[in-house]
């Protein structure tokens, strides 16, 4: 085993948390090392060429909209990195409810009052939401029960239940017993409390995909290693120690953990993390949404498909090529499917639009990946407000970072950025007090 005593801090995780953190303690002057356990850098964003062509798609991470994000807003003026819409349209909109397929929305005129009424409700409880402070701190116990339990609770007519269920899945990947409804309304809140904004504000990515500001802040990196899966994290009243599966051993001032909150339990940590994220380690989260890319080749119309009763719960024409059409599809619990699995992707697409002829399909299992576990995170029932404070807190030397602890975009790529920076503060304070 060897030690090395060569940098100031050191980040684990070169998803956009660490690779922001990275940059911020360049910036501060001090020397950093930045682990990386995949081959790649970009974490759960990973932009990649669709086989066959040369269109490239987003496998992971792609929505940034700058109007509500602001983390990313400050990215983009930075670096000027350009934005795109859809490239396709207009759609033609179908849905998939109770069993009927309709081009019409499927809530009747009957329906919209009581379709209304829930949609206020949802926005005056985001509004007691305040994003910039912890949920643990702001007497929100009442809202953290599942998705599920929160729709019941406002009576409201089966078909009305079942879209806004759906709406909450495609924001989860997760079925709605199994997710916070604190989560959701955090979300919404963040949408500057407009339950429309989470289903229609989602139109906007990296023109050159995520790729482009992963090479960007990569590039500014002092020293990167990539197939680097730590394996323990040792502090002292001095220093902290990180130890890799190699048997290399790496000591620093300060060390940021920036790492799926999935992974939490693969690491051994001494001394041991607190309660909070010990418990959050064990108990996982629920997010395992499935993102698959499909080619078809006599699609007529672009289309926009939704439905909860379908094995891809959306479905949508992103790229056309010469004589093709290349569509994404979304998979979630309770309906889950192998997005691995051509013939059930094949079967998924069918529910949707029976006459298509499925060519190619595309995919990466961000549940099955051991450096995931899972998709973006869906916070499990009476975390945030029992834990929020807890799960984001600096354990000595050690900072903590990662779209899963953010305060204001959980799960997203704001979010992974706001928490980069203030891991990068705690950090270098930290190194100040060798």
């Known amino acids: 085993m060897t030690e090395r005593k060569l940098y100031d801090v050191i980040v684990i995780g070169g998803g956009f948390a660490g690779l922001i953190a ?81 081009d019409a929305f499927p809530i009747s005129p009957d329906e919209r009052y009581a379709f209304e009424r829930a949609l206020f409700q949802i926005g005056l409880d985001a509004r007691r939401i305040d994003t910039s402070r912890p949920r643990d701190k702001q007497n929100l116990a009442d809202l953290d029960i599942s998705v599920a339990d929160y729709l019941k609770r406002m009576d409201l007519p089966q078909r009305v239940y079942d879209l806004i269920s759906a709406y909450a899945r495609i924001g989860s990947g997760a079925a709605v017993e199994d997710w916070s409804a604190l989560m959701a309304l955090s979300l919404v809140a963040a949408y500057d409390n407009s339950p429309y904004a989470w289903f229609a504000s989602v139109t906007t990515r990296f023109r050159d995909g995520t790729a482009e500001p992963v090479a960007t802040l990569a590039a500014g990196a002092e020293t990167v290693r990539l197939n680097s899966v730590v394996t323990s994290i040792e502090q002292t009243a001095h220093d902290i120690a990180v130890t890799l599966a190699s048997g290399e051993r790496y000591a620093a001032g300060a060390a940021v953990l920036a790492v799926p909150v999935t992974l939490w339990s693969t690491i051994t940590f001494s001394p041991p993390l607190n309660v909070a994220k010990r418990d959050a380690a064990e108990r996982g989260h629920a997010g395992r949404m499935g993102k698959v890319w499909i080619m078809v080749d006599n699609l007529e119309e672009d289309i926009s498909s939704f439905g909860g009763d379908t094995d891809l719960l959306f479905l ?74 807890g ?44």
């Open 22 to 102: 990275t940059r911020d303690l360049k910036e501060k002057g001090k020397s950093v090392l930045l682990l990386e356990a995949r081959d790649r850098l970009g974490g759960r964003a990973y932009f990649q060429t669709f086989p066959g062509t040369d269109k490239q798609v987003e496998l992971g991470g792609t929505w940034v909209m700058p109007q509500y994000m602001k983390e990313v807003g400050r990215e983009i003026e930075r670096y000027g990195w350009q934005l795109a819409g859809s490239e396709v349209g207009p759609l033609k909109f179908l849905w998939h409810f109770g069993g009927e397929d309709e």
């Open 316 to 389: 949508q024409t992103e790229y056309r090529l010469p004589g093709r059409s290349i569509l994404v599809g979304f998979t979630s619990p309770p309906n889950l499917i192998d997005v691995a699995d051509h013939q059930a992707v094949v079967r998924a697409v069918h529910q949707h639009v029976p006459s298509a002829n499925v060519i190619a399909t595309f995919a990466h299992d961000w549940s099955a990946d051991p450096f995931a576990r899972g998709a973006w995170v869906a916070s499990p029932v009476g975390q945030l407000s029992r834990h929020a404070t």
């Open 391 to 434: 799960l984001r807190s600096p354990e000595g030397r050690l900072s903590f970072a990662g779209s899963d602890l953010a305060m204001r975009w959980i799960g997203w790529i704001d979010g992974a950025i706001e928490t980069g920076h203030q891991a990068a503060d705690e950090a270098a304070t930290h190194c100040k007090q060798q």
